[in-house]
Structure formats: structure tokens, C-alpha cells
Nanobody, 117 residues
């Protein structure tokens, strides 16, 4: 099994920054993709950013230029640096890892990010 533990959410004013972390444990294996998704009340879950085990990245258009995803493979941890935050970034941010060897997604519990105007 795989466990994901997120941290780093909170309340911030518009224009501010936050850094989220997600630590994975269990049967991670070397080849996987980690990512962040977000879900606001009454809205569907949406992709924020993903990063492969070889550091290939993908971002939602709405966060390009403001958010940066990175990972530390030795720690099995993925980070999301969020700058120039906007009220519309308010959501629960949820970490996900896709393990290629068993073709499964694993999700974290989420961490709340609230951006005040």
C-alpha cells in the first residue's frame, strides 16, 4: 500500500505565497508520476500540476508562471510552490501518485488553501 501525507496549506492574502509538501511512503517503486489536484466547493476536481520521476512537468494553464512543482526522489516527496496567489486558487489541494508497475492511483487526504482578497 501507499500512503500520502500533505502539509503546508493555510490562509494567505492575495498576492502571497505558500509551499505545499506531499510525502509518500510504502511501495512507491522508482517509476511514478506525482501531482497536485485541487477541488473547490461545488466544483469538479482539476489538475494543477504533475511531475514524472524524471522531472518532466505539466501545468494547468491557470497556474502557469505562478506555481512550480518539484520533487525529491530520495525523500519520495513532491512540492508545490505557489506564488502570486489569487482568491480563485482557494481549494482543497490533493496529492496523487500514479505507480506504473501496478497501474494504480493513490490519493492523499488534501490540505486546504484559502486566499483572501
Amino acid at each position: 500500500q501507499v500512503q500520502l501525507v500533505e502539509s503546508g496549506g493555510g490562509l494567505v492574502q492575495a498576492g502571497g505565497s505558500l509551499r505545499l509538501s506531499c510525502a509518500a511512503s510504502g511501495s512507491i517503486f522508482n517509476f511514478n508520476t506525482m501531482g497536485w489536484y485541487r477541488q473547490a466547493p461545488g466544483k469538479q476536481r482539476e489538475l494543477v500540476a504533475t511531475i514524472t520521476s524524471r522531472a518532466g512537468t505539466n501545468y494547468a494553464d491557470s497556474v502557469k508562471g505562478r506555481f512550480t512543482i518539484s520533487r525529491d526522489n530520495a525523500k519520495n516527496t513532491v512540492y508545490l510552490q505557489m506564488n502570486s496567489l489569487k482568491p480563485e486558487d482557494t481549494a482543497a489541494y490533493i496529492c496523487k501518485i500514479y505507480i506504473f508497475i501496478d497501474r494504480k492511483d493513490y490519493w492523499g487526504q488534501g490540505t486546504q488553501v484559502t486566499v483572501s482578497s
